[in-house]
């Protein structure tokens, strides 16, 4: 069974960074697009940034744009989320997810395998 674990997450001021990471495990990782999502507390989860498989192209949300910076290495089975000057509203539990098939960042049905998360807090 396929597998995305994330970590990274944690406690950070308003200003801070954190790097998450996502190791996906038993599928042909170099093969599909990875995104990152997030779901705030009483709110939907939304697609934040997503990754080609060769890292060719590379999407963000407005609300990321200029402040993070998605990566991976294949050769590590691993996309990292580097998110720099973290505001409160970045608060929330942060999903990688592998998209079945294709590229695009924001579409949460075209995303058919998740991890379990892991949580961000910004707050002073």
């Known amino acids: 069974q396929l597998q995305l674990v994330e970590s990274g997450g944690g406690l950070v001021q308003p200003g801070g960074s954190l790097r998450l990471s996502c190791v996906a495990s038993?599928?042909?990782?170099?093969?599909?697009?990875i995104g990152w999502f997030r779901q705030a507390p009483g709110k939907e989860r939304e697609g934040v940034s997503c990754?080609?498989?060769?890292?060719?192209?590379?999407g963000y949300a407005d609300s990321a744009a200029g402040r993070f910076t998605i990566s991976r290495d294949n050769a590590k089975n691993t996309v990292y989320l580097q998110m720099n000057r973290l505001k409160p509203e970045d608060t929330g539990v942060y999903y990688c997810?592998?998209?079945?098939?294709?590229?695009?960042?924001?579409?949460?049905?075209?995303?058919?395998?998740w991890g379990q998360g892991t949580q961000v807090t910004v707050s002073s």
């Open positions: 990754i080609s498989s060769s890292s060719d192209r590379t």
């Open positions: 997810a592998r998209r079945r098939t294709g590229y695009g960042c924001y579409d949460l049905r075209e995303y058919d395998s």
């Open positions: 038993r599928f042909s990782f170099d093969y599909y697009t």
